[in-house]
């Protein structure tokens, strides 16, 4: 198995917009914090549960709360939304919800999208249908003021809107201050990538989150399949678990 281009697959899509410039950051946080210098959008792909670098430290939740507070938008993708209870304030505040361990739920199912409300983030997106792993029964701000769903997805009604605020799995969030955040919990699946809808949707997000203007056919966001599988990174293989020895 191979984990998903993730990163680098997005800094190769976002660069097809114009006069976008892109920093990958790997392990989740910069050596040198002055890459947030003259930043409009942060993009936070990473592990969830407290194994996000924003959260490692007093400073780091410091410095990601300045640049809420400067409007820079706030992107998290799929683990990142998963926050320990004593970041729930904090998270929510910066990206409208967030999941919390006991009142969240997760899980692995099929799911098909083909019908989504109008937003920039939605512009162009085209129907998709996979089984990804997802996180929903997202804790909103109160009222969800400011929040837009954008997609569903659930065990029972599938990625219908059936499931109501249950099943959201993507929305955008335009905060009290002004900034704008995006957020969307799929893209478990390396097969994501190569879903044309799901890509639009992403890249979308981000840049609207940027303030950049998309037009009536979102982002360009063009890439083979050949590409992604190029920029799968190989898992380490799981070592043999030993034989316990029969007692004599």
Same mark, same amino acid.
């Given at each position: ?78 683990? @990142?939304? !998963?926050? &320990? $209870?004593?970041?729930?304030?904090? =998270?929510?505040?910066? #990206? ?6 006991? *009142? ?67 929305? @955008?969030? !335009?905060? &009290? $201050?002004?900034?704008?955040?995006? =957020?969307?919990?799929? #893209? ?6 190569? *879903? ?53």
């Amino acid at each position: 198995m191979r984990l998903p281009c993730g990163i680098k697959g997005l800094d190769y899509l976002l660069r097809q917009t114009a006069n976008v410039e892109c920093v990958a950051v790997e392990n989740g946080w910069p050596n040198d914090e002055s890459v947030f210098h003259g930043a409009t959008a942060v993009v936070l792909y990473t592990d969830g549960g407290g194994k996000q670098a924003f959260f490692a430290s007093p400073e780091r939740v410091a410095k990601m709360q300045s640049l809420v507070d400067s409007k820079v938008g706030v992107v998290m993708i799929h683990q @990142a939304v !998963d926050v &320990p $209870d004593e970041f729930a304030t904090h =998270a929510k505040s910066w #990206l409208g919800g967030a999941y919390l361990t006991g *009142l969240s739920a997760r899980g692995h199912w099929d799911s098909s999208h083909v019908d989504f409300p109008k937003h920039p983030i939605t512009y162009g997106v085209e129907p998709w249908k996979i089984n990804d792993g997802w996180l929903n029964a997202i804790q909103f701000v109160d009222g969800m003021k400011g929040v837009t769903p954008l997609v569903w997805s659930g065990k029972e009604y599938a990625g219908s809107r059936a499931g109501l605020d249950r099943d959201i799995v993507s929305w @955008a969030y !335009d905060r &009290p $201050d002004g900034g704008r955040s995006f =957020a969307f919990t799929g #893209l478990d699946a390396h097969a994501a990538w190569k *879903l044309a809808g799901m890509r639009k949707l992403v890249v979308n997000g981000i840049l609207w989150t940027a303030g950049v203007e998309l037009g009536p056919d979102g982002a360009a966001c063009e890439i083979t399949d050949e590409q992604i599988e190029a920029m799968l990174t190989p898992r380490e293989p799981k070592k043999p678990k030993e034989k316990s020895k029969a007692k004599p």
